[in-house]
């Protein structure tokens, strides 16, 4: 089985691109999803955030409270890697269960969408990386229509992110996903011709 490690920065179109590898039969692990399924109420690592952040960590119901999360993270970077260092073992411990089940099932790729790949150390995890690109000032358009919020924000929240440019030493792939649709699906395809089929 093939693993192929997609990511790049936040309101990139990740999400896009591994709807285009499932269409070509590639299994999504999407670390987002397995993001909120360590973090399901009454499971082991929301106790260890209970414990680290307090009571406000959570919601009266005793799911985790993630605008309370957000907030102190983003004014606390220290918090942040504290909250990282819970979470991250978590994740890995499920990915690798996931990778484990497709492989037993016969999968032939899989395809790891994960935001943090690099900056987790979880390069280990995929046989090839793909980065997904897009233009500094549409990454800042797309995040403030997608999160609703205004362009300071946008910028912050992509200036604690590690850079694009950064990420693409690390490609083996890059999907540019600046222009339309159709552009993008096109280098998907080739990309899967060339590293996939051939």
């Excluded at 039969?25 to 999407?30: K, L, N, Q, R, S």
């Excluded at 993001?35 to 005793?62: A, C, H």
């Excluded at 890059?174 to 998907?188: E, G, K, M, R």
Aim: charged share 30%.
């Amino acid at each position: 089985m093939k693993i192929i490690g997609l990511t790049g920065g936040i309101a990139t179109g990740k999400t896009t691109v591994a709807r285009m590898l499932a269409e070509l039969g590639a299994e999504i692990i999407d670390a987002d999803q397995l993001s909120r399924d360590v973090v399901s109420t009454g499971s082991p690592t929301l106790e260890e955030i209970r414990k680290l952040f307090g009571k406000k960590s959570l919601m009266p119901d005793g799911s985790l409270n993630r605008k309370e999360l957000r907030d102190i993270i983003f004014s606390a970077p220290e918090k942040r890697k504290q909250l990282e260092a819970i979470i991250h073992p978590a994740i890995k411990c499920l990915a690798l269960k996931r990778i484990a089940s497709a492989r037993q099932m016969g999968v032939k790729v899989a395809v790891y969408m994960a935001p943090l790949l690099i900056e987790a150390g979880a390069t280990d995890r995929v046989d090839e990386i793909w980065v997904v690109t897009l233009r500094p000032e549409l990454q800042i358009e797309r995040l403030m229509t997608r999160d609703h919020c205004d362009r300071e924000t946008a910028k912050r929240i992509i200036e604690t992110q590690m850079p694009i440019e950064e990420k693409k030493r690390f490609a083996q792939v890059l999907i540019d996903n600046s222009s339309d649709l159709d552009t993008t699906h096109n280098q998907v395809i080739a990309a899967w011709q060339q590293r996939i089929s051939s």
